[in-house]
C-alpha cells in the first residue's frame, strides 16, 4: 500500500479505451494524456513552520482534474498512479 | 460538475464569432485568443498556512478579462474551460 | 465597465502625438512605447495571507508614469489600456 | 555512521535484481534507476527561523518511494545511498 | 513633477563632462554609465502586508551611489532621471 | 584564523589518497572531488528577521558529508578548504 | 564618505603585489581575484518588514573573506572598492 507524505495525493489515471473501428484497433498517434483520474490516497497534509499540520480538502475516491505535465508518474504492484501536491489539482469532477 | 479547488475559478471561454462576408467564412490565420469569459464556478479560496481559507472575490456569473496566456486549458463534458488562480484574473467587466 | 482585481490598475495610454514637418507626418520607425498614462480605474488592493485588503495609493485620473515593459495590454469597447500592478507604478506625475 | 542533518533521510537503494533466462543475465539498456529504498537514518527535523525543531515523520525502517531524479548519491563504507530532504519523499510504502 | 512610489527614489543622474584636450572634444568609446546622482525625489516607503509604511533613509538632495545596471531610466520635462527601489542604491556619498 | 559568518562552516577537505602500485603513482583522470571533510570552524548561526541567532547543530572537529557541488573554495594560509551554509551538510560522519 | 546603506559594506580590496624576479616583473595570466579585504564602512543593517533595522556583525577595520563573484565594484576617490551584502560575506579572517 502506498501512503502518501504530506499534501501529496496518489491518484489511479485509467487511459482512455482504445477506439475501435470493427474491431480493428486505431493507433493514435496524438494520444492524450489523460488529465483526470480517482484519488486512492491522500496524505495527511501538510506540515507548516510551526509543526502543525494542514488537512487536504480532497479525499479517496474524489474524481480530480489536473493539467498533464503536474505531478510524478509511479508505478506499483503492476499498476500506475500519479503523485501530486493538492496545490497542483484543479477541480474536483462531481 | 467541476468544482474547483482553492483559489482556481472556472471560466467558460467563448470563441468570437467567425466573420463571414455574404455567407462565406472567412478564415483568420491570426485569429486571437479571447482574453474575456464568464465564471462557471469558483473554489472555495486559498488555504493559508493556517489552516484557514480565504474567499474569492470574484463569483459565479461574474464576466472576468485574464492574459491569454493565463490558466489551463481543459475539455470537460464537450465543452472547453480555462483554469485559472484568482490572481491571474484581471478585471470584472461589468 | 472594467473593474479591476486585488492590487491592479487600468490605465488609458494615449499615444504620443505624430509629429508633423509643414502638414507632412512623419513616421517614426522607433516611435517609443508611452510610458505614462491616467488611471481610468484602481482595484480595491491586494489581499494579504490574513484576508485583509491593503488599499492602493494610487487613484482614479492619478496620471501615472511606468516602464514601457509592465502591465498588460487590454482592449475594451474600442480603446486600448494598460492593467497593472501598482507596484509597477513608477511615479505618479502631478 | 552517517546522522543526516536537518529534514534529511538516508535512503539504502537496492538495485533491482538482474533478469535471467536460463542462466544468462540479460543486459538492461533502459535500466530504470530504482525509485524505493528503506530509510536507514532520518535527521532531527528542519529547524525554523524560531529555532525550533520541526520533526520528520519518517522513520527509520520505513520504505519509501521518490521520484528518480531527487536527493544526491553518496557512497559511504563501500555502499550507495541516496539523501533526500523528507519533502522529496513521496509515499511511504507498506 | 514626479511623485515616486512606495519605496522608489528618483534620482537626477548627470554624465561626467567630457574630456577636452585643447579645447578638441575626445570621443569616449568606453564611456561608462554614471553610478551617482542625486536624490530629487523619495518615495514615502513601501507599505508592508498589515499595510503599514516603512519610511525610506534616502532623503532628497542626498547623493546617492548606485550600480550601472540599476534602476529605470525615465524621461521628464526634458530631463533625463533614473528610478530605483531604496534597496538598489549601494551607499550615501557625503 | 578564519571566523565563518552566519550560519556557516569552513571545512578542512583532504585529497584523497593517490594510489600507487609498486611505487608508481597512478594518475587518476577521474578523481573524484572530496565530499567529506572536517569542521574547522562554525560561525554563531543565522540572525533571523528579528535580530535573533539561531545556533548551529554541528560543531567544531565534526566531520561532515557534502555534495561535490556544495561551497566556496577558498585558500588561507597554505591550505584549502570548503565553505559552506550549515543546510547544505548533508550528513555528520561518526 | 561613502556610507554604505542597510546590510551593505564597502570592503578595500589591495591587489596582491605582483610577483618580480630580479626586478623584472612578471605578467600573470591567471592573476586571481582579490578574496579578503578590509572593511571601511558598514551600514546600519538591514531595515525588516515592521521597519526595525537589524544591526550587522562585522565592523569597520574587519579583514574579511568573499567569494571573488559577489559583490559591486565601485570607485571613488581614485580607489576601488566592493560593496557587498553582509549575508555575501563569508567569514572575518584574524
Redesign the interface.
Known amino acids: 500500500?502506498?501512503?502518501?507524505?504530506?499534501d501529496?495525493v496518489?491518484v489511479s489515471v485509467e487511459d482512455e479505451e482504445e477506439k475501435t473501428v470493427g474491431g480493428i484497433v486505431l493507433a493514435s498517434n496524438a494520444k492524450e494524456k489523460p488529465?483526470t483520474g480517482k484519488v486512492v490516497?491522500a496524505g495527511?497534509g501538510a506540515?507548516?513552520?510551526?509543526?502543525?499540520v494542514?488537512?487536504l480538502?480532497?479525499k479517496v475516491d474524489d474524481n480530480v482534474?489536473f493539467?498533464k505535465y503536474s505531478g510524478?508518474n509511479?508505478s506499483?504492484d503492476g499498476a500506475d498512479y500519479l503523485?501530486l501536491h493538492?496545490?497542483d489539482?484543479?477541480?474536483?469532477?462531481?
Request: proline share 9%; net charge negative; no cysteine.
Open positions: 500500500m502506498l501512503k502518501p507524505l504530506g501529496r496518489i488529465t490516497a495527511p506540515t507548516n513552520h510551526h509543526g502543525d494542514v488537512p480538502t480532497v482534474m493539467d510524478t509511479v506499483y503523485v493538492e496545490k489539482l484543479l477541480a474536483i469532477v462531481e
